[in-house]
């Protein structure tokens, strides 16, 4: 099965409950990033059609691709942590035996956790913040903490993503990047 095939078709790994609650999220995560990346190409290329066939620009086009890529952003850190995209610095890691590993991935996996949770909580506050400053974009008059509302959703996700993924370690006997993706590397094979 190929990575897209897999990221179609996910299902986690996970038992009862909290499986249902990673896959529900997999699936939400998937159409807002689809959602979000045709929308800024559409948009992309509908400013550019009417600024070189129309001689006008979409006044309100680059508020809108700055929307979509903040959506795109904080909707993807989760994305990444589910499919384990996400960088590692893996020496030490790799060196240690299944249980060393294992152990590591677990305390690896929960102080991410608990980082993202810290950050969501100072993205509320700046929220809060920008709340109370009523500011808005100028082009589309929409208030800027709206459009800032993914950056806390984004981060809860991925604590979420992160806790499950030690939970997952917790329970399993194989070392798990996310809770669907084990630990190892793909031998590649070229072709002649």
């Known amino acids: ?3 897209e095939e897999a990221e179609k078709n996910y299902h986690s790994g996970l038992p009862g409950i909290l499986g249902t609650i990673d896959t529900l999220i997999s699936k939400v995560e998937a159409v807002i990033l689809a959602a979000g990346v045709l929308l800024m190409a559409f ?3 509908a400013n550019v059609i009417g600024r070189f066939v129309f001689g006008e620009s979409i006044f309100f086009s680059g508020e809108v691709n700055r929307i979509l890529i903040i959506m795109i952003t904080f909707a ?3 994305y990444a942590a589910r499919h384990g995209r996400h960088i590692r610095m893996s ?3 790799d060196a240690l ?5 294992r152990a590591l991935m677990i305390f690896i996996s929960l102080f991410t956790s608990l980082v993202m949770f810290f950050l969501l909580y100072y993205s509320v506050v700046y929220i809060i913040d920008l709340y109370g400053k ?9 208030p800027i903490f709206i459009i800032y509302i993914w950056v806390p959703i984004g981060f809860l ?11 997952k370690n917790m329970v399993s006997r194989d ?9 190892g590397y793909k031998d590649t094979e070229t072709e002649v």
């Open 97 to 101: 035996p299944v249980g060393g590993r």
């Open 76 to 78: 993807g850190i989760g």
């Open 134 to 142: 009523g500011r808005v974009l100028p082009a589309l008059s929409i």
């Open 157 to 167: 996700i991925t604590g979420i993503q992160y806790f499950l993924t030690a939970i």
């Open 91 to 93: 020496a030490i890691y």
């Open 1 to 3: 099965m190929t990575d």
């Open 175 to 183: 070392v798990y990047l996310s809770t669907g993706v084990i630990d």
């Open 43 to 45: 948009n992309t290329i």
